[in-house]
């Protein structure tokens, strides 16, 4: 075979894997799997910035500017322990928490929330999301398995899907292998027979291979492997490869 028909390792395994059968369902990571998660967040903080200068002005000029806005979120996980795998939670208590020290009403923390979740999920899909989210779901039964706290109704791609599970919901988290297995037993399959797919090598790749789950590591910067132990089973540049290996044949 010549150089240029060598086909691409990444390929032929998810060739080999579609053909073995072995696959009967897709799990999916959605924050940085499918969106790009901190433009979304840097914009939906300032949503929440321009609201609190409307209802709570000492607040908004306590924060000044998002980078405050997120360093206090960052101050709340040590605050509240008990809300680590609930981001809502995490989120809403910091703005309670600004609220207090600058003197207004801790209420408004309920409101102010709300505008920053609809705004959270004004995502941009990365171009290859939309398709990959019907290639799979035309195959297999698909299950969201996210750390965040997206509703893919409300984002809009909820009829890809067959189930979603949130920390905040499961009360556990990535790369908790119970939190993997939640995902298999909601499309009911064993874990050996679902394709887990993330962005992140630890959360994701790890914690899918440790429940028994086939991994690929969607790996859109082309990073070296950043994780001690086991490599992941494919590591693939876009979702669009992802799809190319998985395709009927």
Avoid: Y
């Amino acid at each position: 075979m010549q150089a240029q028909d060598t086909i691409n390792p990444a390929i032929e395994t998810l060739q080999q894997l579609r053909a073995s059968g072995q696959i009967r369902a897709i799990s999916l990571d959605l924050d940085d799997t499918l969106w790009p998660i901190w433009p979304t967040i840097a914009k939906a903080e300032g949503v929440l910035l321009r609201w609190l200068e409307q209802h709570a002005p000492s607040t908004a000029q306590s924060l000044g500017d998002t980078a405050t806005v997120r360093a206090l979120r960052h101050e709340i996980v040590t605050l509240r322990p008990d809300l680590k795998a609930d981001l809502s939670g995490l989120r809403r208590e910091s703005i309670r928490l600004a609220l207090t020290r600058a003197g207004d009403d801790p209420a408004l923390a309920e409101p102010a929330f709300d505008e920053f979740f609809a705004a959270r999920h004004q995502v941009d899909l990365f171009d290859d999301a939309l398709p990959a989210l019907q290639f799979f779901s035309q195959r297999w039964p698909v299950v969201a398995l996210s750390n965040g706290n997206a509703n893919v109704n409300v984002v809009g791609i909820g009829e890809h899907f067959k189930a979603s599970l949130s920390a905040s919901g499961a009360g556990m988290a990535k790369p908790d292998v119970r939190f993997f297995q939640a995902a298999a037993d909601a499309v009911g399959v064993a874990p050996e027979h679902v394709l887990h797919i993330g962005d992140d090598a630890a959360l994701d790749v790890q914690g899918a291979m440790d429940a028994g789950m086939h991994a690929v590591w969607l790996n859109r910067e082309q990073l070296a492997w950043p994780c001690v132990g086991p490599e992941p089973h494919v590591t693939v540049a876009s979702l669009w490869q992802l799809c190319q290996g998985l395709a009927d044949r």
